[in-house]
Nanobody
Framework: QVQLVESGGGLVQAGGSLRLSCAAS????????MGWFRQAPGKEREFVAA????????DYADSVKGRFTISRDNAKNTAYLQMNNLKPEDSAVYYC???????????????????WGQGTQVTVSS
């Protein structure tokens, strides 16, 4: 199993930047594909970005392509989400999630992500 703790959320003006971190503990971090998801009030949790175990492949939601960058540092057991040019519609609780690397299927859905952090709030003011 793996435990996940997000940090780095906050209040930022439109056009600003934030970097979210997801610290993992427990089983070997490189055993997991890592994903970021978000949930706004009244909406379903949606996929934001994902990265495979050694960072060789990434995927992004269309709404964040070109603005967000997912990365990971396996030596530090941490995944990151760099968010630039933030928009009010990016406001949500952001969750990191882990999926065993052996799970077959698209990394850009919630399927297979069995481990979740508690979330960190991101608020973008206009």
């Amino acid at each position: 199993q793996v435990q996940l703790v997000e940090s780095g959320g906050g209040l930022v003006q439109a056009g600003g930047s934030l970097r979210l971190s997801c610290a993992a503990s427990g089983r070997t971090f490189s055993s997991y594909t890592m994903g970021w998801f978000r949930q706004a009030p009244g909406k379903e949790r949606e996929f934001v970005a994902a990265i495979t175990r050694y960072g060789g492949s990434t995927d992004y939601a269309d709404s964040v392509k070109g603005r967000f960058t997912i990365s990971r540092d396996n030596a530090k057991n941490t995944a990151y989400l760099q968010m630039n040019n933030l928009k009010p519609e990016d406001s949500a609780v952001y969750y990191c999630a882990a999926r065993d690397y052996t799970y077959v299927g698209s990394i850009s859905t919630r399927n297979g992500y069995h481990y979740w952090g508690q979330g960190t709030q991101v608020t973008v003011s206009s």
